[in-house]
C-alpha cells in the first residue's frame, strides 16, 4: 500500500551487476546467460563478463544444465543480513503463522527516515508491489503507522510535504487518522468503492500501455493519486466493518519506542468470515510478542487497555 520509490545509477557496470544478481534472486530455477541478457537490457557479451567475474568470487554458480544460479560466495552477505536485521530468521516464522492464522496474504517492512522497504513476504506470490527488496514512500498516506508516534513537528512536515498538496481540511483528517491508529495500536483500511473500479481500469489501461519515459512516469503518478484518494481509513470505526477491511498495518516497536518494522495484512473484503476482532487480537499480539524488541515492550504508549506494546484495543 504505497507508492514505489525508484533510482537511476551513476555507474552503469555497477548498476549490469546488481541487476543480474536481483534477476538471479527472482529465478529460483536458474536461468542461462541469454536469458539474463536479455533481461537485463545487455549484450550477451558483458553478460558473459558479468558473469564469469561473480562466478570467480563464487557470488554465482554455473549448473551442469548452463544455467546459472546464486552461489555460497553470497552467505557471508546472507549472516552480515542476519546480523544487521535480526528479525529476518524470526520475521519468516512469524509472517508464516500470522497468515495462516487470519487467512491473507502478510508483508514485513523495515521502517527508514523517507521509505519502507519490503523485508519478507508470505501467502502470496511475489510481484512489483509485493517483492522482498520493494522500497516504497513515507508521503503521506502512506506510512501513516510509521508516523503515528511521532512527535507533532515531524507529522505536520510529512503531511506538508505531500503531494499534491493537502488542504487544511485534509491535514486534519489524516491526523484524526493517526490519532485513531495511536489508541488501536493498529490501523485499517478499505479502498473506497465509488472509485474502485476507475482504479481497476487505470490498472488494466497502464498494464497493457506500451509507455515509456514521461507517459510512464505520468501514468504512475495518476494511479498513485487515485490510491491517495480512494483510501478510506476504517481504524475508528473497526468494530463495525471489520468485514470491510482490506489493510491492516501493524507496528513493531524498536528500542527507541518508535515504529522500527512494520508488517501489512492485504484482506479479501468478505472473504474472512470467520474472522473476529477477537480472534485478529490475539494473532496480532502473538506476533508483535515475537517480533518486538524487550526494551521497546516498556514503551509507555498506552495501545489499549492494560498498555504497552503488543497489547491491542479491540
Known sequence: MGESVTSTSASPPT???????????????GATSSELARGCGISTSTCALVLAELESRR?????????????????????????????????????????????????????????????????????????????ISLAAPFGSVAMAWRDADAIDRWLRASRPRMTVEDMQRHRNVLSAIRKRGYGVWRFDESVQSLRDRLDALLESADIAGEGATVGHRLSVLLTQTSLESITDVLESRLRDAEFIVVPIFGADRQPEYQIEIRLDPGASDDL??????????RVTALLTRPAATESPVDLGPGGGAGRYSL
Open 15 to 29: 548498476r549490469r551487476v546488481l541487476d543480474v544478481l536481483e534477476r538471479l534472486a527472482a529465478a529460483p530455477q
Open 59 to 135: 557470488y554465482v554458480a554455473r549448473r551442469e544444465d548452463r544455467r546459472y544460479v546464486l552461489g555460497s560466495g553470497l552467505f557471508s552477505i546472507v549472516h552480515g543480513l542476519r546480523t544487521q536485521y535480526p528479525l529476518l530468521d524470526i520475521g519468516r516464522h512469524a509472517l508464516e503463522d500470522l497468515s495462516a492464522t487470519v487467512g491473507a496474504a502478510c508483508s514485513l517492512s523495515r521502517i527508514e527516515p523517507t521509505g519502507l522497504t519490503v523485508v519478507d513476504i508470505a501467502g502470496h506470490s511475489t510481484d512489483e508491489q509485493n517483492a522482498v527488496g520493494q522500497r
Open 276 to 285: 473476529t476482532l477477537e480472534r485478529l487480537g490475539e494473532a496480532l499480539t
